[in-house]
């Protein structure tokens, strides 16, 4: 077991992925690097002016502070459907039930259903069919 780990560990550095699990029988293991916190001392400037922000940036705004995101629980291969030719699990504007699968993301040969934590609404999907996700990245953008 102790091999395994540090071959996980090493698979984790190399590639700089930030999340292994692995589950046999009845071990888990769980392995996660966090990104860098930005460097001290980096600031933003206020423009010197303000213009007027139409109506409709207002709006935009809001529905994007209401809007919750899904993030990836782990790191892998995304797949937005179960075979090459079915249809996606979800869309756009899709509403979805508590427990309906939203993806699959592949991990170490072992796919991995990610499920709707509760009732909701597809607003944005963040990613394409085979692209990697990143632990902690964000997959959808949804509403309650």
Do not use: W
Not at 29 to 43: Q, R, S, V
Not at 55 to 67: D, G, I, K, P, V
Not at 101 to 128: F, G, H, Q, Y
């Amino acid at each position: 077991m102790e091999d395994k780990l540090r071959l996980l560990a090493k698979v984790l550095k190399e590639y700089g992925l930030t999340g292994i699990s692995l589950e046999e029988a009845e071990v888990k293991i769980h392995l996660e690097k966090t990104p860098p916190a930005k460097a001290p001392g980096a600031f933003f400037s206020l423009p010197q002016s303000i213009e007027k922000v139409p109506e409709e940036a207002h709006a935009e705004q809001a529905t994007q502070e209401a809007s919750e995101q899904i993030l990836a629980p782990l790191a892998g291969i995304y797949y937005s459907r179960p075979a090459p030719n079915a249809r996606p699990f979800v869309r756009e504007g899709a509403s979805v039930k508590a427990g309906d699968i939203l993806c699959i993301i592949e991990s170490m040969k072992i796919m991995n259903e990610i499920k709707a934590p509760r009732d909701l609404t597809v607003i944005k999907i963040r990613k394409r069919d085979e692209e990697v996700a990143q632990y902690n990245e964000p997959l959808f953008e949804v509403t309650p």
